[in-house]
Structure formats: structure tokens, C-alpha cells
């Protein structure tokens, strides 16, 4: 089974850095895009980050300047740098991976199970 694993979620003042790991396990091929999704309550999930097999990266312009997605392709792991983090940053982050399995022999898309973030002033 493949299982994505994240780390990194907690407490943060205003002003501070933050950093989201997440680790992608299993029989996987090939990883066609790792990132991270984040919920705030009452809002719609949206993308925070994403870097695919490629390197490149798309960041949401609330976060662009400000942080870093990168990846260890040995590890099959991503990670987000979140700097000069803001209250508005307060969500409950998700690691999404679009990997292609072994055993399937296609691509499959995966969640984590979320982390929260929360950052106070």
C-alpha cells in the first residue's frame, strides 16, 4: 500500500518559519507531482504548493516569496519552507501526491491525513 506520512505541523508565532514534510511509501514507480494543500475553516481546500517529477513549482500568490517546496526524489518525500508565516496561514494542511504505482500500473492520486497549523500573533 502506499502511504504518505506528514510531519512538521504545530504551533508558530506570527513572523516565524514553518516547515511541512511528507514522505510518500510503497511500491511506486515514478512521482508525478508532490504538494501541499491546505483547508482554513469555513474555506475551500486550495493549493499552497506543488513541485512535480519535472522540478517545477506553482506556488498560491498568498504564499509566493515566502516559501520553498522542494524535493528528495530518493526519498520520495516533499518539503514546504514557510516563512514570515501569517495568522491568515491557520489551516489544516494536506500532503497530496500523484504517484505512479507498481503494483497498479497507473497513476494514483493520495492524501494525507492533514496537519494543523496554527499561527498566532
Known amino acids: 500500500q502506499v502511504q504518505l506520512v506528514e510531519s512538521g505541523g504545530g504551533l508558530a508565532q506570527a513572523g516565524g518559519s514553518l516547515t511541512l514534510s511528507c514522505a510518500a511509501s510503497?511500491?511506486?514507480?515514478?512521482?508525478?507531482?508532490m504538494g501541499w494543500y491546505r483547508q482554513a475553516l469555513g474555506k475551500q481546500r486550495e493549493l499552497v504548493a506543488i513541485?512535480?517529477?519535472?522540478?517545477?513549482?506553482k506556488y498560491a500568490d498568498s504564499v509566493k516569496g515566502r516559501s520553498t517546496i522542494s524535493r528528495d526524489n530518493a526519498k520520495n518525500s516533499v518539503s514546504l519552507q514557510m516563512n514570515s508565516l501569517r495568522p491568515e496561514d491557520t489551516a489544516v494542511y494536506y500532503c497530496?501526491?500523484?504517484?505512479?504505482?507498481?503494483?497498479?500500473?497507473?497513476?494514483?492520486?493520495?492524501w494525507g491525513q492533514g496537519t494543523q497549523v496554527t499561527v498566532s500573533s
Open positions: 497530496n501526491a500523484d504517484l505512479y504505482v507498481t503494483y497498479f500500473g497507473r497513476s494514483l492520486r493520495y
Open positions: 510503497g511500491s511506486i514507480s515514478s512521482v508525478n507531482f
Open positions: 513541485i512535480t517529477g519535472a522540478n517545477s513549482t
